[in-house]
């Protein structure tokens, strides 16, 4: 892996691994009892700009806390998340229970496209969420020698309701995202 990259992860980790509560600095109250069998699958794309290879960023995922779940709280939600990367590539999570972080690093260009999907379980009474109902920025963007990269973006594919593809015979289900464990 190369310097960059690697000095990237470690900074970039250390922001998430500090990141426990929701902007404000109070833990969010939020009322949600997952629905049995009802879950939710969202795709997270990103694309650099044109030309400029990027090895490392944070995706930050505002999602509809009131109507979606991730199961755990902080890095234990990280067994509903499946990053999508190259070989040599790395990622962490940290669900504050109304955004989910996730750090990305390789030691080379990150391919433009999908780089995560993530599981959520649905709100008992609550509706299916849409595209609009997610907020996705990328932050701290950079390419291998650590130079910052603008104008890199993502986008959100709030895929339809688990539960109704469930129903259809489907059972396919992402994999985890390797992390590592605790508060």
Same mark, same amino acid.
């Given at each position: 892996m190369k310097a960059g990259a690697l000095c990237c992860l470690v900074l970039a980790g250390a922001a998430v691994a500090g990141a426990t509560e929701p902007s404000g600095g109070a833990p969010?109250?939020?009322?949600?009892?997952?629905?049995?069998?009802? =879950? =939710?699958?969202? *795709?997270?794309?990103?694309? %650099?700009?044109?030309? &400029? %290879?990027?090895?490392?960023?944070?995706?930050? @995922? #505002?999602?509809p806390e009131t109507r979606l779940v991730l199961p755990g709280r902080g890095r234990p939600a990280s067994d509903a998340i499946a990053a999508v990367l190259p070989p040599g *590539?790395?990622?962490? *999570?940290?669900?504050? #229970? #109304?955004?989910?972080?996730?750090? &990305?690093? *390789?030691a080379g260009a990150i391919p433009v496209g999908t780089i995560l999907t993530v599981r959520f379980e649905r709100c008992d009474g609550a509706s299916p969420p849409t595209n609009d109902d997610f907020v996705c920025r990328v932050t701290n963007a950079t390419d291998a020698f @650590?130079?910052? &990269?603008?104008?890199?973006t993502c986008t959100v594919d709030a895929q339809r309701d688990q539960s109704d593809v469930r129903r259809r015979g489907s059972t396919a289900s992402p994999t985890a995202l390797s992390t590592s464990r605790g508060h």
């Open positions: 969010a109250v939020v009322e949600c009892t997952p629905r049995a069998g009802a =879950h =939710h699958t969202v *795709s997270v794309a990103y694309a %650099p700009p044109r030309e &400029v %290879p990027v090895a490392g960023f944070q995706v930050l @995922l #505002d999602y *590539s790395i990622a962490a *999570s940290n669900d504050v #229970d #109304d955004q989910l972080e996730v750090i &990305v690093a *390789s @650590l130079n910052p &990269v603008e104008g890199v």
